[in-house]
Nanobody, 115 residues
């Protein structure tokens, strides 16, 4: 079982990034997927989650209206479109699959929002 994130980088405030998380080794379409982030000096927090197959979505309040989670079950990939980025969105972003008792995390991708 593996999750591999990509798409992070340095962006100016107000800019956009699209993160991808490619999954392998499990039946992707059977699991809810989520994005989490860990900001400097903070605990890891849930950013967005999407169930499957019904596609129920939840966001943390601080990203509502700016971030969009989506998934392509044919490609075993979950995405996080991030618009109107703010310096406080700077974090390492992780995707997560609730597989087995402890779940599985990706390695993370750094997002830095700075002018």
């Amino acid at each position: 079982v593996q999750l591999v994130e990509s798409g992070g980088g340095l962006v100016q405030p107000g800019g956009s990034l699209r993160l991808s998380c490619a999954a392998s080794g499990f039946t992707f379409s059977s699991y809810a997927m989520s994005w989490h982030r860990q900001r400097p000096g903070k605990e890891r927090e849930l950013v967005a989650a999407m169930t499957s197959p019904d596609g129920v979505i939840n966001y943390v309040n601080s990203v509502k209206g700016r971030f969009t989670i989506s998934r392509d079950n044919a490609k075993n990939t979950v995405y996080l479109q991030m618009n109107s980025l703010k310096p406080e969105d700077t974090a390492v972003y992780y995707c997560y699959a609730p597989i087995s008792r402890l779940g599985v995390w990706g390695q993370g991708t750094q997002v830095t929002v700075s002018s």
